[in-house]
């Protein structure tokens, strides 16, 4: 135990005596809530679009201004041939065409049903998906409106009416739902980059050969180099946690200390990955392509950015064995949903039962090679 | 009477190459013994398997009375290794990389001091200072103390004096010599022929095999032929010239004179002398000497 301690103690020395490592812990979280939270968004707003309004009656000019007054689209400009209003598209002043054929007032006094046409500028797939979603609930609300206003009343009135609500995060906001996932990337960062540098530098410097002499343990050695790690990470999440329910006003409706209990397991397997990465190289510039080769690609399908729901079947059963995955699901619950013990118990389970894997891994690969 | 290191026929190769090829040696309680050899020529591999971070391919080692495989944990509380490389945390200072060896060891600075002390004082007024800033000769201090903090019975320095200047050099030499007073068991590889001097006995090592093993004025008392220094002022010339002739057995150069053997034995000095002089080696100079170690290794090296 005290052998433990040395090591432990002579780790923290070296730790905060790296004069990276202060700034990184207190200003890798604040930046990245700040400038991730903010900038990267969902939410398209100011979406400028041209009108062909061949119809010109009031049924038309009122829909173009359902449009113009909603938050979201800002009218371009208003031609009444449509290779003009498109000509926009190739100099983005536009990205959505509404196109109102003749008769459209008409048709729908006499037919009640009429056509109106939506030509979206798709190089952007995400984007053009959302406009398409704005432009389609708009059209719903004004369909909705001259249906009850006109004195057309035909007897099929629309028998369903959907309406929306959204929950967990009812104004959509971004940041709401962003947080939780940096402060996943956060601690995976400690807990994978970190850790496994700082094993390799021991091997890097020789300083091993002169350990490897004294009468420590192997274990020993191993749990003085990553518990520290361990509480660094814990500490992270925990000042992260503060920043986003103070600075970002995130809610957070679970119990905290069911977050704890996850992040502590969550830890016991990204430092048994940085572990891993620390035996099968011998410099730090090694490990740190190779944790980042894998972190990449587990950040990217852990669903921070992208809903795991919306990759395709085989990645989404990858992603059931990626715990970046299982953590940021597991976090969002927590915070957004206040999802209880019983909710995140497979994410537990989980968690324990690789933990374990990887970890006798990583002392198996560790012992082998020496 | 037991020793302090026995090696019985240790070989470890890496890949094809046999790094240390079956050696056995041993090392009396109290000495300091000396492996003496060029680059490569194994004796950190053999250090390494002697202080357990290497397992021998085959053959057994004792170190102060535990086997080397079986009992490699017993072995890492009872010696102190200092690697050729420099091996202490930079970013620590003086006093706390000290300090951590130490704990680890389960000791405390002041409980050996009166061992390190003579290395110590000259360390301490860079007490605060980090590792990584000492000087090469101060490094080496620290490396040793590190290596002595536990009070080591048999104690491995993997090429201590390499890159140190010759004053630290000799400094270094004379610390050793009051460690063997204090009754600790020195091992030391070098790989300068003039430290080996300072050896109670010493191995000659080349290519994994150790070519002789002894004091040092046997080892040389056996070189039996008839050595002469040969100076010109053209020497590289007089090198080829000597080469090409018919009688000549071994040329070396050795600093500033050839030390020169040859196949009859006794030469005619001045018949040599004239020979050299037509060849145009005007001040051509050659006298009989007595073998020193380097000659006794490039004999042996040379199998002869």
Redesign the interface.
């Known amino acids: 135990m005290?052998?433990i301690f040395?090591?432990l103690k002579?780790e923290f020395?070296?730790i905060f005596?790296?004069r990276a490592m202060i700034p990184l812990i207190f200003f890798m979280p604040l930046f990245q809530l700040l400038i991730l939270s903010n900038a990267a968004t969902y939410e398209i707003k100011n979406i400028k679009f041209n009108v062909v309004d061949l119809d010109q009656s009031y049924f038309s000019r009122e829909l173009v201004s359902k449009f113009t007054s909603s938050n979201y689209f800002i009218l371009n400009k208003v031609s009444f041939n449509i290779e003009e209003a498109e000509e926009s598209f190739k100099t983005l002043d536009a990205r959505l065409v509404v196109y109102i054929p003749k008769d459209f007032e008409k048709d729908f006094r006499t037919n009640g049903k009429s056509e109106v046409q939506f030509i979206i500028n798709a190089e952007d797939a995400s984007a053009a998906g959302i406009i398409n979603n704005y432009a389609n609930s708009i059209t719903r609300q004004y369909n909705a409106d001259i249906v009850t206003k006109s004195s057309v009343m035909p007897d099929k009135t629309p028998l369903l009416n959907i309406t929306y609500s959204n929950w967990y995060n009812p104004e959509l906001d971004y940041r709401t739902y962003m947080v939780p996932g940096i402060l996943v990337a956060l601690v995976t960062l400690i807990g994978t980059f970190l850790s496994g540098m700082n094993v390799v530098k021991e091997k890097e410097?020789?300083?091993i050969?002169?350990?490897?002499?004294?009468?420590?343990k192997k274990y020993q050695f191993i749990i003085g180099k990553l518990l520290p790690f361990w509480i660094i990470g814990i500490f992270e999440l925990i000042f992260g946690l503060n920043l986003g329910l103070f600075l970002f006003d995130v809610p957070l409706l679970g119990s905290p200390l069911l977050i704890l209990l996850l992040a502590s397991v969550y830890m016991f397997v990204v430092l048994a990955i940085g572990l891993l990465v620390s035996t099968v190289t011998n410099t730090q510039q090694q490990a740190m392509f190779i944790a980042w080769f894998f972190m990449v690609l587990f950040m990217l399908m852990g669903g921070i950015f992208t809903p795991v729901e919306s990759m395709p079947d085989w990645a989404q059963t990858i992603a059931y064995f990626n715990p970046i995955a299982q953590f940021n699901k597991a976090m969002r619950m927590i915070m957004l949903k206040g999802s209880q013990f019983k909710d995140v118990l497979p994410a537990l389970n989980f968690f324990i039962v690789s933990g374990i894997v990887l970890m006798t891994l990583a002392v198996w690969r560790y012992r082998k090679s020496e | 009477m037991e020793y302090a290191v026995e090696v019985k026929s240790v070989t470890k190769s890496f890949g094809e190459t046999k790094a240390v090829d079956d050696v056995s040696f041993s090392v009396e309680k109290g000495e300091l013994f000396g492996f003496i050899g060029p680059d490569g020529a194994g004796k950190t591999t053999l250090f390494r398997m002697l202080t357990t971070l290497l397992l021998p391919d085959s053959g057994s080692a004792v170190v102060d009375g535990f086997d080397i495989v079986k009992d490699y944990k017993k072995i890492r509380g009872a010696v102190g290794y200092m690697p050729g490389r420099f091996s202490l945390y930079q970013d620590l200072s003086v006093e706390e990389n000290l300090k951590f060896f130490a704990r680890v060891f389960g000791t405390t600075i002041e409980e050996n001091y009166d061992l390190i002390k003579d290395i110590y004082v000259m360390l301490e007024p860079f007490n605060k200072r980090r590792a990584g800033q000492l000087s090469g000769g101060m490094k080496q201090k620290l490396a040793l103390s590190c290596a002595l903090i536990h009070r080591p019975d048999v104690l491995f320095l993997d090429e201590p004096t390499t890159g140190v200047d010759p004053v630290s050099r000799n400094e270094f030499w004379d610390m050793l010599g009051k460690l063997k007073s204090e009754g600790i068991t020195i091992v030391v590889s070098t790989p300068y022929m003039d430290e080996a001097s300072k050896c109670d006995r010493i191995a000659l090592m080349q290519k994994g095999k150790i070519l002789d093993i002894g004091f040092l004025r046997d080892i040389v008392g056996k070189y039996d032929r008839e050595l002469y220094a040969m100076k010109s002022s053209n020497m590289h010339r007089l090198i080829l010239d000597l080469r090409a002739e018919e009688n000549t057995d071994t040329v070396f150069s050795f600093g500033d004179f050839l030390h020169y053997t040859d196949k009859r034995g006794v030469i005619d000095k001045v018949q040599m002398k004239n020979e050299m002089v037509l060849k145009g080696h005007a001040d051509f100079s050659v006298n009989e000497i007595s073998p020193g170690i380097e000659d006794s290794f490039m004999s042996l090296m040379n199998g002869k």
């Not at chain 1, 050969?209 to 420590?216: A, D, G, M, R, Y």
């Open positions: 005290s052998t040395v090591l002579k020395l070296q005596r790296n410097i020789g300083t050969e002169q350990l490897n002499v004294t009468p420590i």
